[in-house]
């Protein structure tokens, strides 16, 4: 791990980077309508991988205060499985990974005989992956503009749509970079300026997975962050706007017992085609599989780990055959019991700090919420909730009309936010 340190500002900007697609992607032609110029802002902050709890373990000092003036939550539960890609993109839909066909990091779609891989470029900018209507979406079809520097899926035309400003994903761009560029979006004329802007930093989840959520690197992320969140408010302030923050994260993070990962069964890959991770190992039937008895085979010879049919994963996970819109969900689950993961395929190394686990059964995993800004309560702490009423909190704020029915509701917005717009 290097660089997590507070610098200054200034210094951010020094750094020299190599020139791999960094730049801004502008959709021409497009303006804010009049109607919409007069709305409030958001910025939507995630740090991936960032704890309920690691604002107080570590002493983020920056966003506690901010909370302390703004709203906090005991913690914020994420979709399962507890992975970067479906919690982000459930985040800005609304929608559980089964609803929106974003199922897993590496997953498998039948009807086309393709993979899904968060590491291919070229399947995470393909709009076909992702279903519902993602918070830029909705905003740009109402004249509303957008900008994202960085988030799962705005490099993707969903429904023919990306943000007006966008970043293809690296890490390239240094952060002051990335902090000096919210503030010119928003000091742009107001037919022009962004209403809703993400912001997404992997310095946590970078760390805690390498040296696990308790180390020395983990905290020293976590500072970093810290830091980063208060210069971009430092940048913000000037501009007078109405600027709501809100910070994130998609999941947890948990220490697992990787000196003993746990070996794959032996599955017939010319029965079944096998996707997944070390944490969630889904085997899709090919015609003419046995899946019942590869079950009873799989479930007598388990040890540490559970084997699921589709149709008996728990209701409370929204991950059955039920909630499976898009028939992405394998036929069997092979799911490893907290503390074990799966030493999958291609691994050499296996980290210590995991996530991905049932968020009921495992504290851990649990995200963290945050927001301030003139739209919200003040000193209001609420109880956990779903990751899935996030959406519902912005569209209220910024005054968007949803077009199709989501998985949360307005209850936790009601407790959180002044008044409804």
Not at 8 to 21: E, G, N
Not at 48 to 64: C, E, I, P, S, T
Not at 317 to 333: E, P, Q, S
């Given at each position: 791990?290097?660089?997590?340190?507070?610098?200054?500002?200034?210094?951010?900007?020094?750094?020299?980077?190599?020139?791999?697609?960094?730049?801004?992607?502008?959709?021409?032609?497009?303006?804010?309508?009049?109607?919409?110029?007069?709305?409030?802002?958001?910025?939507?902050?995630?740090?991936?991988?960032?704890?309920?709890?690691?604002?107080?373990?570590?002493?983020?000092?920056?966003?506690?205060?901010?909370?302390?003036?703004?709203?906090?939550?005991?913690?914020?539960?994420?979709?399962?499985?507890?992975?970067?890609?479906?919690?982000?993109?459930?985040?800005?839909?609304?929608?559980?990974?089964?609803?929106?066909?974003?199922?897993?990091?590496?997953?498998?779609?039948?009807?086309?005989?393709?993979?899904?891989?968060?590491?291919?470029?070229?399947?995470?900018?393909?709009?076909?992956?992702?279903?519902?209507?993602?918070?830029?979406?909705?905003?740009?079809?109402?004249?509303?503009?957008?900008?994202?520097?960085?988030?799962?899926?705005?490099?993707?035309?969903?429904?023919?749509?990306?943000?007006?400003?966008?970043?293809?994903?690296?890490?390239?761009?240094?952060?002051?970079?990335?902090?000096?560029?919210?503030g010119e979006w928003l000091r742009l004329p107001a037919e022009q300026r962004p209403h809703l802007i993400t912001f997404y930093l992997s310095n946590v989840d970078d760390a805690a997975h390498k040296y696990g959520p308790d180390s020395k690197e983990a905290g020293e992320a976590v500072q970093y962050v810290d830091s980063v969140v208060n210069e971009l408010v430092k940048v913000v302030k000037p501009t007078g706007l109405d600027v709501n923050f809100?910070?994130?994260?998609?999941?947890?993070?948990?220490?697992?017992?990787?000196?003993?990962?746990?070996?794959?069964?032996?599955?017939?890959?010319?029965?079944?085609?096998?996707?997944?991770?070390?944490?969630?190992?889904?085997?899709?039937?090919?015609?003419?599989?046995?899946?019942?008895?590869?079950?009873?085979?799989?479930?007598?010879?388990?040890?540490?780990?559970?084997?699921?049919?589709?149709?008996?994963?728990?209701?409370?996970?929204?991950?059955?055959?039920?909630?499976?819109?898009?028939?992405?969900?394998?036929?069997?689950?092979?799911?490893?019991?907290?503390?074990?993961?799966?030493?999958?395929?291609?691994?050499?190394?296996?980290?210590?700090?995991?996530?991905?686990?049932?968020?009921?059964?495992?504290?851990?995993?649990?995200?963290?919420?945050?927001?301030?800004?003139?739209?919200?309560?003040?000193?209001?702490?609420?109880?956990?909730?779903?990751?899935?009423?996030?959406?519902?909190?912005?569209?209220?704020?910024?005054?968007?009309?949803?077009?199709?029915?989501?998985?949360?509701?307005?209850?936790?917005?009601?407790?959180?936010?002044?008044?409804?717009?």
């Open positions: 791990m290097k660089h997590f340190f507070i610098i200054p500002l200034l210094l951010l900007f020094i750094s020299s980077y190599a020139q791999t697609d960094t730049t801004q992607k502008v959709i021409a032609g497009r303006k804010n309508s009049l109607a919409q110029q007069n709305k409030p802002y958001v910025i939507l902050i995630s740090s991936d991988a960032f704890r309920y709890d690691f604002a107080k373990k570590y002493n983020a000092q920056h966003l506690l205060a901010f909370s302390d003036s703004g709203v906090r939550a005991d913690a914020m539960i994420p979709s399962y499985p507890s992975l970067t890609f479906p919690n982000h993109y459930a985040l800005v839909t609304g929608m559980y990974p089964s609803h929106s066909g974003l199922v897993h990091n590496n997953f498998y779609d039948p009807a086309t005989q393709k993979h899904y891989n968060n590491n291919d470029k070229k399947a995470v900018a393909d709009s076909s992956w992702y279903g519902g209507t993602p918070l830029w979406v909705l905003a740009e079809k109402q004249q509303m503009l957008a900008a994202s520097f960085y988030w799962v899926a705005a490099e993707a035309p969903i429904q023919g749509v990306n943000p007006t400003y966008y970043y293809n994903y690296n890490n390239q761009i240094p952060i002051g970079r990335r902090i000096q560029k919210v809100i910070f994130v994260s998609d999941h947890g993070m948990t220490r697992v017992n990787n000196k003993h990962p746990m070996q794959l069964p032996a599955v017939d890959s010319t029965k079944f085609t096998m996707a997944g991770d070390g944490i969630l190992v889904e085997l899709y039937a090919k015609p003419g599989a046995d899946v019942q008895g590869t079950y009873k085979v799989l479930k007598a010879q388990a040890r540490n780990y559970s084997v699921i049919l589709k149709k008996d994963m728990p209701a409370r996970l929204h991950y059955g055959t039920k909630d499976d819109r898009y028939n992405r969900i394998g036929d069997i689950l092979l799911k490893p019991n907290w503390p074990y993961v799966f030493k999958y395929v291609g691994k050499t190394y296996i980290n210590p700090g995991w996530h991905g686990f049932d968020p009921f059964l495992v504290k851990d995993v649990h995200a963290t919420f945050l927001a301030w800004g003139p739209a919200f309560k003040k000193h209001t702490q609420v109880k956990a909730f779903s990751n899935v009423n996030v959406y519902n909190i912005i569209t209220r704020i910024l005054g968007l009309t949803p077009q199709e029915q989501t998985d949360g509701t307005n209850k936790i917005a009601g407790k959180v936010l002044l008044k409804a717009k």
